[in-house]
């Protein structure tokens, strides 16, 4: 995890947000932001509308009410043309993976090359291939539908695909969801691996305590319909809540706090 400059350049600008769904109130005047090159982890309760946060970033859902700007530029007041180029620069791995099934993993990844930047398909195919590689997976790979890997690899080539046209934001919705402990550690390190080496910032939604400590700079808490607080992790373990206190103070937040301690001391 790294320190934030002492005036951070937010990339993602959320003020006055509004989600409702007929009656149900999901956000009301929220407000956040989403700085350069930082990891921000995203949590609340159930029904907090963590993924409906997340989907009206990305333009999947409009609010009712309220600003999202990106990038300078407000995405509602957009034209379509504008908005699909603002969008190609946001990267999306949804839970499940969301993998054509029908394609090669390859082809999974080549696709947005050949569709957004007009690649030619051997050139897409090339650069996925890249991608792949990235996230660790190994060439045999590349030839594989989803049906034949497993989850973890599954995720890690989602991952290449979410990358294929160098992000500047990436959006991971539980990200580590299915796997075992030693996949989604491993998960949590190439984000961070990746988020180092080529500069993106990453906006995850989450419930796994050990990625949030294991890679947030800083941590985002939904609760009674917009944002409680938006800090270091130290700052939002202090603040005075009840669902804070149960989440964080409790047997699995102290675990994964004890088990983070030795990389925050080092």
């Not at 180029?85 to 099934?101: C, I, K, M, Y």
């Not at 090669?104 to 930047?117: K, S």
């Not at 080539?157 to 992000?167: E, I, Q, S």
């Not at 992790?233 to 937040?253: K, N, Q």
């Amino acid at each position: 995890m790294r320190a934030h400059p002492t005036t951070p350049q937010s990339l993602i600008k959320i003020r006055g947000l509004d989600n409702r769904f007929g009656t149900h109130q999901v956000h009301e005047n929220l407000d956040l932001d989403v700085y350069r090159g930082e990891i921000i982890g995203v949590v609340g309760g159930s029904g907090t509308g963590k993924s409906v946060l997340l989907r009206s970033i990305v333009g999947l859902h409009r609010p009712s009410a309220g600003r999202i700007e990106v990038f300078g530029h407000n995405l509602q007041e957009l034209s379509a043309a504008q908005r699909s180029r603002t969008e190609r620069r946001f990267g999306v791995l949804f839970q499940r993976g969301a993998l054509f099934s029908s394609l090669t993993l390859v082809e999974n990844v080549a696709l947005p090359l050949i569709e957004h930047a007009r690649l030619a398909r051997n050139d897409a195919e090339h650069l996925a291939g890249v991608k792949l590689a990235l996230t660790g997976l190994p060439g045999s790979a590349s030839d594989k539908y989803p049906a034949e890997l497993s989850g973890g690899m599954v995720k890690r080539a989602a991952l290449a695909r979410a990358l294929a046209l160098d992000p500047e934001v990436l959006f991971l919705d539980e990200p580590t969801a299915g796997l075992d402990p030693i996949g989604a550690a491993a998960f949590d390190e190439l984000i961070v691996t990746l988020r180092d080496a080529l500069g993106f910032s990453v906006f995850l939604v989450t419930h796994d305590l050990d990625t949030l400590y294991a890679v947030c700079d800083r941590v985002a808490v939904l609760s009674q319909k917009h944002v409680l607080v938006a800090d270091r992790l130290s700052v939002v373990e202090a603040t005075d809540d009840p669902w804070i206190r149960e989440y964080f103070h409790g047997p699995r937040g102290r675990a994964a706090h004890q088990a983070a301690a030795p990389e925050e001391a080092y």
